[in-house]
């Protein structure tokens, strides 16, 4: 079993990070200039938490979160005017909350538990395979960023592992919240793999319907 850790928290509206991919952020207020500076310091960990708007404030007043988040780890750091900074994260493992701790620090800090992912099968039933499924998804990634005019788009870095290739197919796609939580907290990658599958289709089918009514030379993302 994985040990558990200390993070601060960095609680987020409409805002999640996946393992393998990164996140922009533009920090600027003070108790989060703080946490930036206490994790520079030292393991350079934040962990991105949804915030959970239909959850009651905890017994300090504090915003509900959902229990599940990423940590990400600050790859770059840019220092701005008065302690702002802009920094790029990287998701590094997904986790669970078992409790957050009271410190003296202005922002907040919680035990967590990092959560182990099920691989993708070798092979199985039906020739559904790790490679296989990989494929499709490649597949079906170009065809849509042709799609939508976003020739820049079609490839996936092949260097990543089966986890980061679906995150990062997953977080061009602009999922809003509630679908991104629920793609973060599956616990099976294959899973995983047949949600973005499906998300890409039905997405895929309505441009394919529209494509006849686009008028020529209008750029397909406004359609």
Known sequence: MTPRRLIPLFPLPNVLLLPETVLPLHIFEPRYQ????????????????????????????????FEVGCAGWVVEHEPLEDGRSNILLRGTFRYRIAGERDTPTPY????????????????????????????????SVARLADSVGRA???????????????????????????????????????????????????VQKRLDFLAPFRRPGLDSRWN
């Open 34 to 65: 703080a946490m930036l500076s206490d994790a520079l310091a030292g393991e350079r960990l934040l962990g991105i938490q949804l915030l959970n708007p239909a959850g009651p404030p905890d017994d300090a007043g504090r915003p509900a979160v």
């Open 108 to 139: 907040r800090v919680a035990e967590v538990a990092p959560l182990p992912m099920q691989p993708l099968p070798a092979a199985a039933a039906g020739g559904r395979s790790r490679r296989s499924l990989r494929h499709l998804l490649a597949k």
């Open 152 to 202: 820049h788009s079609r490839s996936l870095p092949p260097e990543l592992s089966d986890e980061g290739f679906v995150n990062e197919a997953l977080t061009r796609l602009g999922l809003d919240a509630e679908e991104g939580y629920r793609v973060l907290v599956m616990d099976r990658l294959e899973e995983r793999y047949d949600w973005a599958l499906a998300y890409i289709a039905g």
